[in-house]
């Protein structure tokens, strides 16, 4: 493993064909209708590593790719994964073999990387129905390692349950203990196609968190580039498309923000090699076949760029702001980000703690962003203010970070030094600001407390966090008064509102200024008048 | 003018080299230096028009580019803009020429499109500065008039002023009296480089809202693709970029997204036919000079694709959601689309009511679109509800649309059909739903209020507004009683209490129910009870 963000990871994943790289995507190969042959994937198109199905090519080729080898037989030269046939289990209900025919089968060929035959849970199935689905998929993982010969095969242990999360947490916590190399999350496909996102990411995490965290997670079937950052940063690994050649044949166009038909376009919203050279008009005057080769090679483009910048964000340390720009491309891709606020400690569980860059916070989703529950535990459960402070000064964020260095602050830093110093020493500064609540002026350069940019003005949601933040501060700590320079055209009354409630509850003396920009001198004389009245009693 | 989408527009602009379709990015040519030739530009990079300085020209080629002709003298046979000299004049703080020299310098070489020799305002100026520059340039564009002596060159009348409205506002209503057939906005290229987008929006509509609107507006030095598109629908038509060339000299690779320094690049985050053939790695590996081509050459690219994204969703109605997808690339973007909200009817004005398609509601931004200011003015001023309606029954949005074929509406319907005929014409029934905020039943198939959809859960600001709507219809309105299904989970308190509050205002009477999943029954024999009552009294 290279680097890790949130959930996701860069990784090596090595199998007998050489190292591929994590996040990975297999296109999916179809041997009788390919439109774009596996060789040029590889060296035209830069994937590592393909996925067929191994029940259909054991039904449609028998033995010849016995004989051949698998990877002559595809004429490809990378990794080569096989999914089993439950597939077509969900789809057509049953299949023609049974467990050990196709695990031998896959042995037999060679794949670098293949799949046991699960029972996949579907979509629209009764919890009932559901847990049959978890308990054939799990007793076939027990059996499979009774039937397997070959160990130089990376063999995946898929994970059932649906949207039944209890289930899904019990298939994963059971097949995690079998010793698999990689995991999948099963059926997907359907929660995707009715866009039920929301539903996906539950079922994502949930299975994260049961299974064994270093083991590659393969989301099954998730072939369209609108979601694959949100899926890695939940921790998924490998993906396969289908979906590049599928959405060409019915002359669909798909990229990261969203899928057109062919004929609603008039420009190509992609700078790929192919949509470089080429206008809608001109590939519509082509051959059917022809368009369908021309939108599947755009597909794949759409697809592994998506990849590369996924990677890269990762690299930046900054897939966070990543996904958010790309889960604008659909509410229901925006509903599913908002459940992360469900995930948060999960989610700080395993991201680094100190990034190469600073962090972009644009709308109250960020709330839910690890560095503000990192944050937000610390400040909670190992801080308290600077012994023999007895006043909290609570001034507002600065334009400019750090707070204390600012100009804004300056003027106030004024007012403290003609304090004598016996005074100055009990007055506690503290910021209340944008994302992270409120900030001890002693930890302001603290990353990433100054490392941050915020859009304005500040939303309602996250103003409701940092008057809580102020509110908690105050009720565990023992302050003798608090005093509030309160700022009503950034944070409307709520900052001033919780203090006073806080102050009431404990019994301890409140005061607060209003800050205009017109009067700053008064402002300030009488700052140090409440501070001296406040010291002196 | 082909088609709309906010201020944005895809247009045609016939110079006397051809006609080229608006947006268009012309490419800054430096003929001395020039990493991509401009037969190129046209050839491989589909770019219809470039720009190159008359100054420049003038100073360096002297009388070669009149006789050789400025289309033969750079190669290219697209349409070529000159600029003035008057960024020199904001950099140096003065050229050698004056207007009459560089006007008939421009007619001498035949450029197609021509500027006069403003004074930029520059970013940080006083007011009074700002104010000679404004003089200056109009006192200029009206000389200009009497100094042209072709009539084939479509001149660019600027309006400058810099972040001082006021003065931005004199100079476009002036120089939009004056016969330009094209308009630019001067020096927003500090405004950038500050990241002050929410200066640049102000600047933009205030030079658009006086300005003859039928002109094409040019956002000069705007040369980022990662503002293009909040440009465009602010109403920009034309970019010229110095950018992709000077980033590249300074090994900077710029995306949609932002901008990196090749060392930082792991992997491309891009598509193009350049990063779908290179890494990262082999590219550092390379002279100086092949670096600089290459990130020259992706630079474009990356201009290209991002202008056809645009002009795509410009064809797709959807310019409001490709632009919330980019506002999320830097907060200070977002905080520049905020400001929108203080541009709602100016946005209203010119957009067209109807689209192709529905609309994606993602965050509470969503509020300052065109279709939400044209609804509000529609229910508000030109909506009464039926006559004879006493009762304002009021239930909340269900989650598939429209409101009253969805399966929680049909039980609510189930109560009103039990109700006598000459009992139910006398209840009107609205939805409260986001962001359109009150919804006649009879109204609830009328684009867009069913065409759209929303991320959830609801936002606070959308909430508010939703409850402010409510209150106002029953402020003007003259129901008897109002009852209200009311939903807690989704909705807070808010709808309720707004309700609660303007019914006391009115003086009638508000009773409500609350939604809970498990008693649907006890909510319905309810309902009946509370309207048959109210019906009675």
Same mark, same amino acid.
């Given at each position: 493993m290279k680097e890790k963000d949130l959930l996701a990871r860069l990784g090596k994943l090595r199998t007998k064909s050489g190292t591929v790289e994590t996040p990975l995507l297999f296109p999916v190969i179809n041997p009788s209708i390919q439109p774009v042959s596996p060789n040029r994937l590889k060296e035209e198109f830069g994937f590592e590593a393909i996925i067929t199905n191994a029940y259909i090519l054991k039904k449609r080729y028998l033995n010849q790719p016995i004989e051949m080898g698998l990877h002559k037989f595809l004429g490809y030269d990378g990794a080569v994964m096989t999914d089993s046939g439950a597939y077509q289990i969900l789809i057509y209900g049953g299949v023609e073999v049974?467990?050990? %025919?196709?695990?031998?089968?896959?042995? #037999?060929? !060679?794949?670098? $990387?293949?799949?046991? +035959?699960?029972?996949?849970? &579907?979509?629209?199935?009764?919890?009932?129905?559901?847990?049959?689905?978890?308990?054939?998929?799990?007793?076939?993982?027990?059996?499979?390692?009774?039937?397997k010969t070959r160990d130089d095969i990376l063999w995946v242990g898929p994970v059932q349950g649906g949207r039944h999360l209890d289930l899904v947490?019990?298939?994963?916590?059971?097949?995690?203990?079998l010793p698999f190399q990689i995991h999948a999350l099963g059926s997907p496909t359907e929660v995707m196609e009715s866009y039920r996102f929301d539903v996906l990411v539950d079922m994502i995490l949930t299975a994260k968190?049961?299974?064994?965290? %270093?083991?590659?997670?393969?989301?099954? #079937?998730? !072939?369209?580039? $609108?979601?694959?950052? +949100?899926?890695?940063?939940? &921790?998924?690994?490998?993906?396969?498309?289908?979906a590049y050649a599928l959405y060409a044949r019915e002359k669909r166009y798909m990229t990261e923000n969203g899928t057109w038909r062919l004929s609603e376009l008039d420009y190509f919203p992609c700078q790929c090699p192919k949509c470089s050279r080429e206008t809608p008009k001109n590939v519509l005057d082509k051959s059917a076949k022809e368009q369908e080769i021309f939108l599947a090679e755009h597909n794949l483009y759409a697809c592994s760029g998506e990849l590369r910048r996924i990677k890269q964000a990762i690299r930046d340390g900054r897939l966070w702001e990543y996904v958010e720009i790309r889960v604008h491309s659909h509410p229901a891709l925006l509903t599913a980000f908002r459940k992360l606020k469900e995930?948060?400690?999960?989610?700080?569980?395993?991201?680094?703690?100190?990034k190469s860059s600073g962090l972009f916070f644009s709308d109250s989703e960020g709330l839910s962003r690890p560095e503000?529950?990192?944050?937000?535990?610390?400040?909670?459960?190992?801080?308290?203010?600077p012994k023999g402070s007895r006043i909290l000064l609570l001034a507002p964020q600065t334009y400019n970070k750090p707070f204390h260095k600012a100009s804004e602050f300056q003027k106030i830093q004024q007012v403290l030094k003609r304090l004598e110093s016996s005074m100055l020493h009990k007055i506690h500064v503290c910021f209340y600001a944008a994302p992270f609540g409120v900030i001890p002026l002693e930890l302001d350069e603290v990353y990433p407390l100054s490392q941050h940019d915020n859009a304005t003005p500040v939303e309602d949601a996250t103003i409701r966090y940092v008057a809580s933040e102020v509110a908690?501060?105050?009720?565990?700590?023992?302050?003798?008064?608090?005093?509030?320079?309160?700022?009503?055209?950034?944070?409307s009354d709520q900052v001033k509102n919780a203090c006073k409630k806080s102050c009431l509850t404990k019994g301890i003396k409140f005061s607060h200024l209003v800050l205009k920009e017109d009067s700053t001198k008064n402002i300030l004389t009488r700052l140090e008048m409440i501070l001296r009245k406040n010291l002196s009693e």
């Open positions: 049974d467990q050990a %025919e196709i695990v031998n089968y896959q042995e #037999g060929i !060679g794949s670098d $990387i293949a799949t046991i +035959l699960d029972i996949p849970t &579907g979509w629209k199935v009764t919890k009932n129905q559901a847990s049959l689905t978890v308990e054939e998929t799990l007793r076939r993982a027990k059996d499979f390692f009774k039937i947490t019990k298939s994963a916590l059971e097949i995690g203990r968190k049961n299974l064994p965290i %270093e083991r590659p997670l393969h989301l099954f #079937g998730a !072939g369209h580039p $609108i979601m694959f950052s +949100l899926a890695v940063a939940l &921790g998924c690994d490998l993906f396969d498309s289908a995930h948060k400690d999960l989610l700080e569980k395993h991201n680094p703690t100190v503000v529950t990192h944050y937000r535990e610390r400040i909670t459960k190992r801080y308290s203010h908690n501060l105050i009720m565990r700590s023992n302050y003798e008064a608090v005093t509030l320079i309160h700022d009503p055209q950034n944070w």
